[in-house]
Each structure stands twice: as structure tokens, then as C-alpha cells.
């Protein structure tokens, strides 16, 4: 079992920037490859950022591409993920995740390959 506990959300304006942490807590979290999800009010969840265990690959929606930045830190337990340039669009839930499948190289991008999730944090950019 992993316990994923989000913060950081909050309500912002247009151009903004936000820090999402996701602290872990049961089995050891090098071992799970790891994402940042979001879902807003009548849409589908959506694969926002994914990282692979080592942290070596990333990858991003498109939508999120250079604006966004997923990390982590294996040593704190903690995923991260640097929001900048916030639009409305980006208005959702975000949600952390842990996969145990796969390798130490590959990212989980698709939310079904999850086997634990956090409870949400919402962020909130008004226009």
C-alpha cells in the first residue's frame, strides 16, 4: 500500500504560477512510477505529467508542454509539480498517482496502469 496525501492547490489568476507537492507514505517509493492527473467539472480525468521511478523520463500532454513540470524527489518521498503560465483551462482537480508496473526508465501515462491515487488538490486560475 502507498498513501499519496496532495497540497499546494489554490485559487489564482491568469499567469500564474503554482507548486504541487504529493508526499508518499508505505512502500518505497522508488519503486513506483509516478503522475499528476487532473479532472475538471464534466470531463474525463486526463494524464497531465507522468515520471518514471528514476526520474529520468517524463512525459507531458500536450497542452501542459513548457509550461509544466513534473519531478521528484525519491530521497523526501515526494512528487512534484511546477505549474507555470497558468491558464483557465487549467482549472481542475489535480490528482497525484503511483504505478508499479514497468521499469525503472518507463513513465505510465495512461491512468489505468495506477494502483494507488491522493484525494485532490483543486487549483482554481480565473481569467
Known amino acids: 500500500q502507498v498513501q499519496l496525501v496532495e497540497s499546494g492547490g489554490g485559487l489564482l489568476q491568469a499567469g500564474g504560477s503554482l507548486r504541487l507537492s504529493c508526499a508518499a507514505s508505505?512502500?518505497?517509493?522508488?519503486?513506483?512510477?509516478m503522475g499528476w492527473f487532473r479532472q475538471a467539472p464534466g470531463k474525463e480525468r486526463e494524464s497531465v505529467a507522468t515520471?518514471?521511478?528514476?526520474?529520468?523520463?517524463?512525459y507531458y500532454v500536450d497542452s501542459v508542454k513548457g509550461r509544466f513540470t513534473i519531478s521528484r524527489d525519491n530521497a523526501a518521498n515526494t512528487l512534484y509539480l511546477q505549474m507555470n503560465s497558468l491558464k483557465p483551462e487549467d482549472t481542475a482537480v489535480y490528482y497525484c498517482?503511483?504505478?508499479?508496473?514497468?521499469?525503472?526508465?518507463?513513465?505510465?501515462?495512461?491512468?489505468?496502469?495506477?494502483?494507488?491515487w491522493g484525494q485532490g488538490t483543486q487549483v482554481t486560475v480565473s481569467s
Open positions: 498517482a503511483a504505478s508499479s508496473r514497468g521499469s525503472d526508465y518507463s513513465t505510465q501515462n495512461l491512468g489505468r496502469f495506477y494502483d494507488f
Open positions: 508505505g512502500r518505497s517509493f522508488s519503486n513506483y512510477a
Open positions: 515520471i518514471s521511478r528514476n526520474g529520468i523520463r517524463t
